[in-house]
């Protein structure tokens, strides 16, 4: 996930800066040097689908697929859903996706707008986009992953995030001193926004080995039930 500075100089290659989600263009300019950092990402990726086992009779959607990391994965296990999307913010990124097997495709959308009707999915997933965006975005981006899962349906989330508080301020410092290219290296960590949003928690992992990263899944409530006791998930990660 080495992601470019805001300037249209910077090169994605060899950075650790990542963008945030508003960043004119900036994904477009990252989409080139993307796929060189992508095992930085690959533990963190393979524990979110042993977490959210999609079955063949599932739909699942991947919001800010980028160039495809979580399907291309998913496409080399042996159960895997028939029908699969992919969708993204930026051109470029979708355009480095590659070949995708039969009843997937990929499509522009937005998080926080998605385009597709209300419980449509079975399964929902979302790496390193969180951390991206600022709070009202992220508010709205939950409330749309919870229109669109069906009731009782599974989000995984991946954000960076370490267990170890003094990592955490390494990439939290990095992130304030650094914007231009360490922005995205803010850490996040989702659980209690994801349970107000109506979604109870039922594991998370944090994960250490490429970018320090925490690993959540969660199924959806109705949202008279979000937020009404926090889950033993929501304290402590595996
Ligand atoms: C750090 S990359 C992650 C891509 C992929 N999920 C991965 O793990 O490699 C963030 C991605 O989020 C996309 N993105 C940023 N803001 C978005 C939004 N509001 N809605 C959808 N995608 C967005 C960017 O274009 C970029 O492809």
Redesign the pocket.
Known sequence: ?T?PGRSAGDSAAGSLG?VT?RSEGA?DRAAQG?ARQ?HL?LQA?RRALDFTQPRFDERLL??????G??LRELARRSTRPAEAVG????PA?LARLGALPTGWHAQH????RLPFASASFDVATV???LQ??DAA?RGA?LAELHRVVRPAGRLVL?TVWSARPAARAALDGLARVAPATSA?LRTHDPRAELARAGWRLERAAALHHGYPSLVVLARRVALSQAGSSPPRASRKAE
Do not use: F, H, K, N
Not at 109 to 112: F, K, V
């Open positions: 996930m992601l990542w989600s994904w993307y992508e990402e990726v991947d919001v800010a697929t980028g160039t990391i979580v969708v993204d913010t930026s990124m959308g937005d998080a926080t790496a390193y986009l991206l965006l975005d981006a991946v995205g």
